[in-house]
């Protein structure tokens, strides 16, 4: 890539996360090309929908969640490590107001951009679930796309003003209904 082009690349991506997380999954194409000094044909180009260009957005996040399941894993007990990592994915989900929307989206279309991200962060997931699930600490009734249901639930929450108080409380009830209480020693 020229170094004007990678400028103009740079420039609308970083421009396009301050006003994707200001305005949503919906932020205008036109409001991005303007703040970021480019005209619209250059950000087409670039990102020729706007779910290619969130897809960049969100791969980056999504790889970290990946990295942080595959640290958390290693450093954690298997409770613990199901915990911080489902936290840290709600977390992202409230990056970007919509995000839940695509990514639900994007899991059953493999022709989505977003496809194979969603479904890696839901492999992860399912991975801390079952090992927590084999040691004995977490239901066995619920699988990967279960938890991230649940972990989409608590993110579409923070997008609604009225329920978004609430969400980190029922981070803890559900968190509270998905281990298994470790029994107490005598």
Same mark, same amino acid.
């Given at each position: 890539? +020229? /170094? $004007? /082009?990678?400028?103009?690349?740079?420039?609308? #991506?970083? =421009?396009?996360?301050?006003?994707?997380?200001?305005?949503?999954? $919906?932020?205008?194409? +036109?409001d991005i090309a303007r703040r970021a000094e480019v005209g619209l044909g250059t950000l087409y180009r670039h990102f020729p929908t706007r779910e290619a260009l969130l897809e960049?957005?969100?791969?980056?996040?999504?790889?970290?969640?990946?990295?942080?399941?595959?640290?958390?894993?290693?450093?954690? /007990?298997? &409770?613990?490590? *199901?915990?911080?990592?489902? +936290?840290?994915? =709600?977390?992202?989900?409230?990056?970007?107001?919509?995000? =839940?929307?695509?990514?639900?989206?994007?899991?059953?279309?493999?022709?989505?951009?977003?496809?194979?991200?969603?479904?890696?962060?839901?492999? %992860?997931?399912?991975?801390? #679930?079952? +090992?927590?699930?084999?040691?004995?600490?977490?239901?066995? &009734?619920?699988?990967?796309? &279960? @938890? *991230?249901?649940?972990?989409? /639930?608590?993110?579409? @929450?923070? %997008?609604?003003?009225?329920?978004?108080?609430?969400?980190?409380?029922?981070? $803890?009830?559900?968190? %509270?209904a998905l281990l298994i209480a470790k029994p107490h020693s005598p």
């Amino acid at each position: 890539m +020229r /170094a $004007d /082009a990678k400028k103009n690349y740079d420039q609308v #991506l970083a =421009v396009a996360a301050e006003v994707v997380a200001e305005q949503g999954a $919906d932020a205008s194409l +036109r409001d991005i090309a303007r703040r970021a000094e480019v005209g619209l044909g250059t950000l087409y180009r670039h990102f020729p929908t706007r779910e290619a260009l969130l897809e960049v957005l969100l791969r980056t996040t999504m790889d970290e969640l990946t990295r942080k399941a595959t640290d958390i894993e290693a450093t954690c /007990a298997p &409770d613990e490590a *199901l915990l911080t990592w489902s +936290r840290l994915a =709600v977390a992202f989900t409230h990056t970007f107001r919509g995000v =839940v929307d695509l990514m639900a989206t994007a899991m059953d279309d493999e022709n989505s951009a977003l496809h194979a991200s969603c479904t890696k962060v839901r492999a %992860d997931g399912a991975r801390l #679930l079952l +090992r927590a699930q084999d040691a004995g600490l977490a239901r066995k &009734d619920i699988d990967g796309a &279960d @938890l *991230l249901s649940l972990i989409a /639930a608590l993110g579409w @929450l923070n %997008d609604q003003p009225s329920f978004a108080p609430r969400a980190a409380h029922l981070f $803890d009830v559900i968190a %509270d209904a998905l281990l298994i209480a470790k029994p107490h020693s005598p």
